[in-house]
Structure formats: C-alpha cells, structure tokens
Nanobody, 121 residues
Framework: QVQLVESGGGLVQPGGSLRLSCAAS????????MGWYRQAPGKQRELVAV???????TYKTSVKGRFTISRDNAKNTLYLQMNSLKPEDTAVYYC???????????????WGQGTQVTVSS
C-alpha cells in the first residue's frame, strides 16, 4: 500500500525557515516523480515544486529562490526547504508522488495527509 507521511510543519515568523519531510513507501519512491502541493484557506490547491527521479527540479514562480525540493532515495524521503517565508505561504502542504518530469506536466497520483504551515508574527 502506498503511504506518504509529511512532517515538519508549524508556526514561523515572516522571514523564517521550515523544512518539510515526507516519508514514502519503498515501492513508489524510486520510480516516481515527486511533488509538493499546497492549499491556502479559500483557495485552490496549487503545485509548488517538482523533482524527477533523476533529480531535475522545477518550481512555482512565486517560490523560486526561496524553496528547495530535494529527495534522498536511500531513505525514501522527500524534502521541501522553505526560506524567507511570507504570510502568503500559509497553507496545508501535501507530499505527492506521480508522473511527469517537470512542473508543466506533473500529475499527482498519490497524496499524503498534509501538514499545516502558518507564517505569522
């Protein structure tokens, strides 16, 4: 059974940093492109970052230069390092596994339960 379990969310002040982690079941991690989505209150869910099996990364424009997606295939773990956080980054962040090779063509097939990130002073 596919499982994606996020951790690392919380409350942080504007300008601060957080690192999200996602532990994935071994049957999917090595063969799937992975991505992070987020959903803010009252807004549609949006794709934030994607990393291919080969390590190619692509990002939503508004997070470029602030967020870094990475993966550790040996640990079956996906990460999202978030720096210079802004109040508009407040959302539930979801770890996903799917198909595609970049932000433009990524399609999520499996979802985690989400972790809350709140950026506020």
């Amino acid at each position: 059974q596919v499982q994606l379990v996020e951790s690392g969310g919380g409350l942080v002040q504007p300008g601060g940093s957080l690192r999200l982690s996602c532990a994935a079941s071994g049957s999917i991690f090595g063969i799937n492109t992975m991505g992070w989505y987020r959903q803010a209150p009252g807004k549609q869910r949006e794709l934030v970052a994607v990393i291919s099996t080969g390590g190619t990364t692509t990002y939503k424009t508004s997070v470029k230069g602030r967020f870094t997606i990475s993966r550790d295939n040996a640990k079956n773990t996906l990460y999202l390092q978030m720096n210079s956080l802004k109040p508009e980054d407040t959302a539930v962040y979801y770890c996903t596994a799917g198909v595609g090779i970049n932000y433009a063509n990524y399609l999520a097939r499996y979802w985690g339960q989400g972790t809350q990130v709140t950026v506020s002073s």
